[in-house]
């Protein structure tokens, strides 16, 4: 099963009660954490940051992660992941297609889509996986239509073993929604984010990681 980290350093610095000027290490801590736990991927989105600074910001991440097997995406900044020696990127459903990046990007360049129904996904064959959503409410995007599990069924049958991952309002509670989905894993920004203010940052997101993990490869298994 598939662990993607989505970033918010906004949201992490609120959640653990920091100034603006903090936001920063506490990112690369949870980095460092969920990279030591196992998860699989993690995709930088920080839209408010300009190219020099994303650039700076994934350069960072990518060092505290070098000695894990986590792979880092750039959110839908090609040029970014291009430039900073990323391991790739995740596009937005409305931007370029994953079969126009391959084009220009090394062979072993990872290819993460975002898609929102069944029709997106026959388009978006050449990703190397797809993030369906949103699956369940979020705090980040409250005025859509939710999949649920049935939404999510439908992309995963149409992706035809193309891995899918679920997204949006996802944590240890929904993981039996998506293995029954056939979901190949999750992605989220709320389920990697530290319980409570104060302690050890890296080791409480690890923690989390690993309950994520233990949960995924459990419901998965059984009859």
């Known amino acids: 099963m598939i662990l993607c980290l ?29 990279a030591a736990g196992g998860v699989d991927f993690i995709q930088v989105r920080e839209p408010d940051l300009e190219a020099a600074e994303l650039a700076a910001l994934v350069r960072s991440l990518i060092a505290a992660s070098s000695s894990s097997k986590a792979k880092i995406l750039v959110n839908d900044r090609i040029d ?69 599990k049935d939404g999510l069924s439908r992309i995963v049958e149409a992706a035809a073993g193309q891995p899918v991952l679920g997204i949006g309002g996802l944590d240890l509670p929904s993981i039996p929604l998506l293995a029954s989905a056939g979901a190949a894993g999750m992605a989220a920004i709320g ?24 949960a995924l490869e459990s419901a998965t298994k059984r009859p």
Not at 8 to 34: F, K, M, N, S, Y
Not at 201 to 206: F, G, L, P, S
Request: include cysteine; charged fraction near 20%; proline fraction near 4%.
């Open 191 to 214: 389920a990697f984010m530290p319980q409570v203010a104060g302690g050890d940052v890296a080791e409480n997101v690890q923690k989390r990681v690993a309950a994520l993990r233990f």
């Open 6 to 34: 989505v970033t918010d350093r906004r949201r992490l610095g609120a959640v653990l009660g920091l100034p603006e000027a903090a936001w920063t290490e506490a990112l690369r801590q949870q980095v460092i954490g969920a």
């Open 80 to 148: 970014v992941a291009l430039a900073t020696g990323a391991s790739g990127v995740h596009l937005k459903e409305q931007s370029i297609l994953p079969s126009e990046v391959r084009r220009i990007a090394p062979r072993e360049f990872v290819i993460g889509c975002s898609v929102h129904d069944a029709a997106a996904v026959a388009a978006r064959k050449s990703a190397d996986f797809l993030t369906a959503g949103t699956v369940m409410p979020t705090a980040s995007k409250r005025a859509v239509d939710y999949l649920s």
